[in-house]
């Protein structure tokens, strides 16, 4: 990139229709800034009065621009079923899919109504779920994108495909890690997909760095470490609106490569503009990402090639 990218330079997104899972932190931001430049957004979340909250803010800061929530529990598969099937009821199609609402490090292990672990299962599965959900929506829009959020605790993580569930020895901070490094290879094994057999899906990844949300707070707890560190130390945490840079540049900047992955470019890619992320090594080997796949497939129970 040859000058620092700011929302400013978003080209206009009159005429795209764009999902957003998360009403609030990164996920709010980032609908706000596609709404300012003509986007219509679908807000999706668990929380209707989040929602209401959400879809006001919008409104006020992005005046004519429609904007609409729909109910989503990426813990339930049978949410994200419902989901689906109403936006394919109600939508001819959908130009962008950005795969942002996360949990964070809670305490103890818990699991999803569908009994996976709650970290693995939302951040990396429901997300899997959703994105075949909504591909035959995709596949009707003339250049679709798919954004997938990943973290700089990616970094350190490894993929342990023999416990995707942390059953053996529960981590929370090792397993939210491994959680947000799947969806990093699951954005590159989706563009992979995609070329091989043309479906025309632009798969990218992006991380937020280090930002100032309620992510720690809500999942490891307001008097967790990282709770308090969030609490009383906000200096360290840049403001949620520029942490939804790299998701904003990877969504609609033309310069954006298929396959990539943008972070901060500033104090090792905890704050700054959007640039080239250093991929992790737990992220470079193809068949892990196949295998992966394939594993996320059998447990969501569906077939992302054949959602046509």
């Known amino acids: 990139m040859k000058q620092r990218w700011i929302p400013a330079l978003m080209p206009s997104q009159e ?3 764009a999902v957003v899972t998360g009403t609030g932190g990164l996920g709010l931001e980032t609908a706000v ?16 009065a989040k929602g209401e909250a959400a879809l006001a803010r919008i409104r006020r800061e992005a005046p004519g621009t429609r904007v609409d929530f729909e109910r989503l529990d990426l813990a339930s598969l049978a949410s994200i079923a419902a989901f689906g099937a109403q936006l394919r009821n109600t ?5 962008l899919l950005i795969n942002n609402a996360a949990v964070m490090a809670p305490p103890r292990r818990r699991t999803t109504q569908d009994g996976f672990e709650l970290q693995f299962g939302t951040n990396h599965l429901g997300h899997v779920a959703l994105t075949a959900q909504l591909l ?4 009707r829009a003339p250049v679709p994108r798919v954004v997938s959020l990943s973290s700089v605790a990616a970094r350190g993580a490894a993929m342990d495909l023999s416990d995707l569930q942390s059953e053996r020895d529960y981590v929370p901070m090792t397993a939210y890690g491994r959680s947000k490094l799947a969806c990093l290879l699951f954005a590159s094994e989706l563009q992979r997909r995609s070329d ?6 632009t798969s990218i990844a992006a991380h937020p ?5 309620e992510l720690l707070p809500n999942g490891a707890g307001s008097r967790s470490v990282p709770g308090l560190v969030r609490r009383f130390l906000p200096f360290l945490f840049q ?9 904003l540049f990877a969504s609609t900047a033309p310069e954006a490569q298929p396959g990539g992955y943008y972070g901060p470019d500033r104090l090792g890619e905890t704050r700054g503009h959007p640039a080239p992320a250093r991929l992790p090594a737990g992220a470079r080997d193809g068949a892990v990402a196949a295998r992966l796949w394939s594993l996320s497939e059998e447990l969501v ?6 959602a046509r």
Do not use: F, K, N
């Not at 760095?209 to 949300?213: C, H, L, N």
């Open 209 to 213: 760095g280090v930002s100032r949300t």
């Open 301 to 306: 129970g569906m077939r992302l090639g054949e």
């Open 91 to 95: 939508r001819d199609r959908i130009d």
């Open 15 to 17: 005429g795209r229709t």
């Open 196 to 201: 091989e057999a043309g479906w025309g899906i």
């Open 239 to 247: 403001p949620a609106a520029q942490g939804a840079w790299p998701t």
């Open 136 to 139: 035959p929506l995709m596949h």
């Open 33 to 48: 800034a596609l709404a300012r430049t003509g986007a219509e957004v679908i807000v999706a979340g668990r929380d209707p």
